[in-house]
């Protein structure tokens, strides 16, 4: 799916870029966590739009690398002092190490559709029954990262450098993702994914392509878990192999944002991230019973989307464009 | 570690096999659906513990026993089935596999929140009279009896639903559609009606499933989403569309889980028991009596 270069556009991402590097400077910190968790969500939905929205794959386990990257990072840090900068590339690097033969065992086997996300669903359980019963990784009382102002070792008592880090994750992102779109392997996955025996006949290794994105979206998530922990302080198994959160939630920007596209994950994420705060305004609602309702408008949005809008947000706007008279698309 | 002395083992058994009931109805409900329409119900069971909240519901207010209950809970989830394809599930029939899970992982999403809006996260349970009473079986081994009506009830209902598919003029359709949909158009059978009477039964089971579980077992919100899992797993690995593959996982899935649980600790055996699953199914990904899935 290409997406139009003329001057325009291209002026109007600059704007936005300069109004999001600065304007986060005179937020309130509360304000800036609830961008910060927005952008968080944006950056796993676009390493999830990887693996499902280019290759066709519904791989809904990615919490466990979200999880070991997280773990691996954090006991680097509170065990040893390694600066979760060089730990969450070693979790980046123990998440591949998880991902290659999980992906060969899983593509190799032919499994597809339902077949795969259960086992997958099954994989996320299993790790987070594992960390669980470990005590080496703090079992069910998980572990706690220090509070303080430590640049080099990824802490900062202000919110603002998070923000950076954050943005720039995002950012990274959608380049990534756009340099894939382009990419010999980007376009052998949308064959995958469209039709895999067409694919297949046509030459296309699908069981590499598949065992790539896989291992890639694995990598990228490992980040996810490591930015997590030094954002939150608390890692636990419930919350690093949660499948509600970090599957579910990723899927809807997805989904809702359109699939298989460059900008659809992010677009998608910050709705629902700015519905969700919508509803935290309305007074006469209180304490859990918020969040509860927005995901319940989250699940209606997905049902209704997936229904109606399967292509999502990206795909109901090139539509629109290309009806729209004096549009050049 | 106590002594795993045979009356444990034998204990666990009996309480696997109780659980296992439960679990192969569930399964049987969702291998139901899968094989007659080729639907990926996530949202299963999310009705089931709607059923327990209104069961609860019944029994504080009005004294209702959870089991009396399923006489209600049964013919409104019925109605409740029928309302529910007409809105969501009938448009999900044609449309591609990963968005029909899309679909009603929206409506699992959606439901499991409506309930943590309505009710609120607390666990909530019922008291009956007979609530911690036991009937011996033999040496040392005792039921439950609560879990034992509730078996009895999930037996009950399962050979019922096989008379139903086996001998009634429905269960012919039915199967004629899960066999092959379009030669059962062909031959005449109005499939979108089996659709969705076979739907409006599963919901049904669910209700009565639900209001029995409540008998022994607390409610939460989120009690439906490690439901839908297991039963999801089941289902796959015996063979999505298989009837017989479902009821026999579901018993050894209760059994397994019993099991670990008395070697191991309890999460720790539900992570072998996914294990164990997931190897089964990346070595016959079409489960063991199953046709090929998608």
């Known amino acids: 799916m290409s997406w139009e270069m003329n001057k325009i556009s291209v002026g109007l991402l600059l704007l936005l870029m300069c109004v999001l590097i600065v304007f986060p400077m005179f937020v309130s910190d509360y304000i800036a966590t609830m961008l910060i968790i927005a952008l968080h969500y944006a950056y796993l939905a676009q390493s999830w739009n990887l693996v499902f929205g280019y290759c066709g794959q519904l791989a809904l386990g990615h919490s466990v690398f979200y999880g070991v990257g997280g773990y691996v990072s954090t006991k680097l840090l509170v065990d040893a002092n390694v600066t979760p900068y060089l730990g969450g590339i070693i979790g980046a690097s123990v998440a591949i190490l998880i991902a290659f033969p999980l992906g060969m065992i899983l593509f190799r086997s032919k499994l597809r559709g339902l077949s795969l996300a259960i086992v997958t669903i099954a994989s996320a359980e299993i790790f987070m029954a594992l960390f669980n019963n470990w005590d080496y990784v703090g079992g069910t009382v998980g572990i706690w990262l220090p509070l303080k102002d430590a640049p080099f070792h990824f802490l900062y008592m202000s919110r603002l450098p998070y923000y950076y880090i954050a943005l720039f994750m995002v950012v990274g992102m959608v380049v990534l993702t756009a340099l894939v779109a382009r990419s010999k392997l980007g376009h052998r996955g949308i064959a995958v994914r469209e039709n895999e025996e067409a694919a297949e006949a046509s030459g296309i290794n699908c069981f590499g392509v598949k065992v790539t994105f896989f291992v890639f979206s694995a990598f990228l998530m490992a980040f996810g878990g490591t930015f997590y922990s030094q954002f939150m302080l608390y890692i636990v198994p419930e919350i690093m192999f949660s499948i509600p959160n970090l599957v579910l939630l990723p899927m809807l920007g997805v989904v809702v944002g359109g699939r298989g596209t460059v900008f659809g994950p992010i677009v998608g994420s910050l709705l629902f991230s700015i519905l969700g705060e919508l509803l935290r305004g309305i007074p006469w609602l209180h304490g859990p019973r918020v969040s509860a309702l927005t995901m319940m408008v989250y699940g209606l949005v997905l049902t209704i989307v997936s229904l109606r809008y399967s292509s999502g947000l990206m795909g109901f706007m090139a539509k629109w464009k290309r009806q729209t008279p004096g549009c050049s698309k | ?294």
């Open chain 2, 1 to 294: 570690m106590g002594m795993i002395t045979q009356t444990v083992i034998f204990q666990a058994l009996v309480y696997g096999l109780l659980n296992g009931a439960i679990y192969a109805l569930i399964s049987f409900g969702l291998t139901m659906l899968f094989g007659v329409m080729r639907l990926v119900y996530f949202a299963y069971g999310q009705l089931a513990v709607f059923a327990m909240y209104i069961s609860v519901f019944l029994y504080t207010y009005l004294k209702v026993d959870p089991f009396v209950s399923t006489i209600l809970t049964a013919p409104l989830f019925f109605i409740i089935g029928i309302l529910l394809y007409k809105i969501i599930i009938a448009s999900t029939i044609k449309i591609p596999h990963h968005m029909q899970m899309m679909v009603t992982l929206g409506m699992l999403i959606f439901f499991e929140n409506l309930m943590l809006f309505m009710f609120g996260g607390t666990p909530m349970g019922i008291n009956m009279s007979y609530a911690a009473s036991m009937l011996p079986l033999c040496a040392d081994i005792k039921i439950h009896l609560p879990r034992f009506i509730a078996m009895l009830i999930c037996v009950f209902l399962i050979i019922a639903l096989f008379l139903l598919l086996k001998k009634s003029l429905f269960g012919k359709k039915f199967q004629a559609t899960a066999d092959n949909e379009e030669g059962a158009m062909l031959a005449g059978i109005e499939t979108n009606s089996v659709f969705r009477y076979a739907f409006a039964i599963a919901c049904a089971l669910e209700g009565i499933a639900g209001s029995s579980i409540i008998s022994f077992s607390v409610v939460d919100p989120h009690t439906g989403f490690p439901l839908i899992i297991k039963a999801l797993l089941i289902v796959v690995v015996a063979g999505p569309g298989s009837i017989p593959g479902a009821i026999v996982g579901g018993i050894m899935v209760g059994i397994i889980e019993a099991m670990s649980s008395v070697f191991l600790s309890a999460s720790l055996g539900t992570g072998i028991l996914f294990f164990i699953l997931a190897c089964v199914l990346i070595f016959k990904p079409s489960g063991f009596f199953g046709q090929e899935v998608d």
